[in-house]
């Protein structure tokens, strides 16, 4: 058995403590994910409901306890993919930003492609929303119209993922 330092200790029961504060900072539909122990999951609604600064203290404390007696590796493993799918989210909105810009910029080639990539994708509408767009920016208008271009650059990217 590996002989740790009493601050090394101290190190790992903080980091478990910090993971259940990020457990805590969890909305309760992704917190419903993630694969807790009853009693964790307990824990960390209570948690929720102190208001007084010492009770939560006290609480979060507790929470470091439980952690200690769980495997705290697929918790992070979970963190982890949740932090991915924010990633891949990101790089689709802003690979759609491109794409809005380019086709406003005036890329017909790109309209083009992208109707080829989407088998569902309205040709017509998407040149349709491509003028709108385009011609609301020479105007000066309020961009209702790229909105819309981008909404549907979404919708075909969304459906693209989906199977």
């Not at 993919?81 to 910029?105: K, N, P, S, Y």
């Amino acid at each position: 058995m590996e002989h740790k330092s009493r601050s090394q200790r101290k190190r790992e029961v903080e980091a478990l403590q910090k993971l259940g504060e990020r457990l805590v900072a969890l909305p309760p539909d992704v917190l419903r994910r993630f694969p807790l122990s009853p009693d964790l999951r307990v824990a960390v609604r209570d948690a929720r409901t102190c208001r007084k600064h010492e009770a939560r203290r006290r609480q979060m404390q507790y929470i470091g306890v439980l952690m200690r007696r769980i495997d705290p590796a697929p918790i992070r493993e979970a963190f982890e993919r949740l932090e991915q799918g924010h990633d891949l989210r990101t790089q689709a909105f802003h690979e759609v930003e491109t794409w809005r810009d380019e086709i406003m910029a005036g890329s017909d080639e790109l309209l083009d492609e992208l109707a080829d990539r989407f088998p569902g994708a309205d040709r017509r509408h998407l040149h349709r929303l491509a003028l709108n767009a385009r011609r609301e920016r020479d105007e000066g208008g309020p961009p209702k119209a790229a909105r819309a271009l981008f909404r549907y650059l979404r919708d075909l990217r969304e459906q693209e993922e989906t199977p």
